[in-house]
């Protein structure tokens, strides 16, 4: 079964730098998403794109934070001057169609600003 | 506004017992209501979801759900729980016409003892 890939499983990065999370979702879907998970708390959305072009983005999501879609296979969440609270998993998430469907995540890459 | 609540942080049964983990949900117009179980250092994968139609709804695993929309309840229930299906537990909620983001609940963590 396909599935969504993320790299690198582990980054650890010194505050303040850039950090660039990448992800490969599923080849034929259209919807991609960005979630983050800080240590023993929640899932929160970050960021939903499609048709090339951020659809909704949270509160979370501000401007020390973008995304690309590079090429027709990569997904790539970029955290400028990163800070310490920006630890925590981030998955990325593909659907072929929006609403009703289920989300397929990647396993997510653990993000440590030290 | 959309939200999720699971008001047990954790749920310990024995195997073979049946298991119920709790949800409940606040969101405008038809939820679409999602399960997805959280392995340790492994993303979410997604169990089943109710959209419309019979309230009783089977995923994977043995797992079901009931959908009660008087009580805004979508609890997740198995008739005999195994030691594998010891894990976090996420529920999900995404409104149609929200371009498919999912907010989760805080999550349940299930402990089936032998």
């Known amino acids: 079964e396909p599935e969504v890939t993320q790299t690198p499983s582990h980054q650890v990065t010194q505050m303040g730098q850039e950090v660039i999370l990448r992800c490969v979702p599923i080849s034929n879907h259209l919807y991609f998403y960005w979630y983050r998970q800080i240590l023993g708390q929640k899932v929160e959305f970050l960021v939903s794109?499609?048709?090339?072009?951020?659809?909704?983005k949270s509160e979370i999501f501000d401007d020390q934070f973008s995304v690309e879609r590079p090429d027709g296979s990569n997904f790539t969440l970029k955290i400028r001057s990163t800070k310490l609270e920006d630890s925590a998993m981030y998955f990325c998430?593909?659907?072929?169609?929006?609403?009703?469907?289920?989300?397929?995540f990647g396993d997510g890459t653990r993000l440590s600003i030290l | 506004a959309q939200s999720v609540a699971q008001p047990e942080d954790q749920v310990n049964v024995a195997e073979g017992n049946p298991l119920t983990v709790k949800c409940t949900y606040s969101?405008?117009?038809?939820?679409?209501l999602f399960w997805y179980v959280q392995y340790p250092n492994r993303g979410l994968q997604f169990l089943l979801k109710y959209i419309t139609g019979d309230n009783l709804v089977k995923g994977s695993y043995g797992f079901e759900a009931e959908f009660n929309k008087s009580q805004t309840s979508f609890h997740l229930k198995k008739p005999s729980a195994l030691v594998s299906d010891s894990a976090l537990y996420f529920c999900a909620v995404s409104a149609y016409n929200q371009g498919g983001k999912l907010i989760f609940g805080q999550g349940t963590e299930l402990s089936v003892k032998p």
């Open positions: 969101v405008s117009g038809n939820p679409y």
């Open positions: 794109f499609y048709n090339n072009e951020i659809s909704e």
């Open positions: 998430a593909s659907i072929k169609g929006a609403g009703n469907q289920p989300q397929h």
